[in-house]
């Protein structure tokens, strides 16, 4: 795989949904908003899962997810395996994260909204397991079918060994695709947005809810990965910046089934893996480990879901 391209061509279609003053904004910063390297590191051949593609209408699966609340076998099964033993991370095998664009919804202090610079990373009340509510001065609570994410961090080059006291920040779309603090009918909140530190197991978990998809992307969540709670305030700091690709399967059953996501179903059916703007390049190595494996619940219910990010410590 050749080096990322540059932000200004990653972003593509996450630009639809910005106001003319931040795209002015953001083109000034665009330089500024580079992740740092393309990491290149693959799992070996035993390890490596098939590429993700899209779904088009009825080409998915959609009876996992109607009466049980034992899960979905994605078929993308990341290595997110995890016990309880003291300072074991559970991973038999992980890959280095791909470094994706932040996007133009970070506020991670990289840019700005009606000339302000917008950085939740300093707030008080940010640090926190469940981000459905607005934080601090902020008010509101995001709609959505509830998902538990439990989020693993090891480090790569020390056998996937936990990366206690890392640091990881995630954000994402509400169910119509929007982002708090930048949409303009939500800027008024700041949801969907949190911190977490690692523990002993290199593990966090947060409460949240299923992003929606909006034109032109794949269905996402945003994250940073910091080394600290101390270095978790600016962007400059961040040891990674990627995304995570939701279920396919998932995603196409609980858009047909659940009418708050129904602006989701045409944008969806229009887009895939291969041809999203951040995803698309990756190997299959790659969008496997990007994706949350579902451990148990459906779209009435709401899902458990695992993932391992693997970075090069």
């Known amino acids: 795989m050749t080096e990322k391209q540059t932000i200004g061509h990653r972003q593509g279609h996450d630009d639809d949904h910005i106001d003319g003053g931040l795209l002015v904004d953001l083109q000034t910063m665009a330089p500024r908003l580079m992740g740092r390297r393309q990491i290149l590191s693959l799992l070996g051949a035993a390890g490596a899962a098939a590429i993700i593609t899209g779904c088009s209408g009825g080409g998915s699966d959609t009876s996992s997810d109607t009466s049980t609340d034992t899960g979905t076998d994605t078929g993308s099964d990341s290595g997110s395996g995890t016990d309880s033993g003291s300072g074991d991370s559970g991973v038999d095998s992980c890959v280095v994260d791909p470094t994706e664009t932040n996007g133009p919804y970070p506020a991670d202090g990289s840019n700005s909204v009606s000339g302000s610079t917008v950085n939740v990373l300093t707030q008080s009340g940010v640090v926190r397991s469940d981000i459905r509510s607005s934080f601090g001065s902020y008010s509101g609570t995001a ?21 206690e006291g890392y640091v990881i920040y995630i954000w994402h779309c509400t169910a119509e695709g929007e982002y708090s ?13 949190g911190v977490q530190e690692a523990d002993e197991n290199g593990q966090v978990t947060f409460t949240t809810i299923f992003p929606g998809c909006y034109s032109g992307r794949w269905p996402h969540i945003h994250f940073e990965v910091y080394a600290s709670l101390d270095e978790a305030t600016h962007y400059n700091n961040r040891e990674l910046v990627s995304q995570m690709a939701m279920p396919s399967d998932v995603c196409s059953t609980l858009y047909n089934n659940v009418s708050l996501y129904s602006a989701s179903v045409s944008n969806f059916n229009r ?15 790659e969008i496997s480990a990007q994706t949350p494996t579902v451990d148990s619940g459906n779209y009435s219910d709401g899902y458990v879901m695992s993932i391992v990010v693997g970075l090069d410590a």
Not at 271 to 285: P, Q, T
Request: proline letters at 4%.
């Open 271 to 285: 887009i895939s893996i291969s041809s999203d703007n951040v995803f698309g390049d990756n190997s299959s190595a």
């Open 143 to 163: 709609d959505g079918v509830p998902v538990t994410l439990k989020i693993t961090l090891v480090n790569v080059n020390d056998g996937c060994a936990p990366l």
């Open 181 to 193: 603090l930048y949409s303009t009918s939500i800027r008024d909140t700041n949801y969907l947005r």
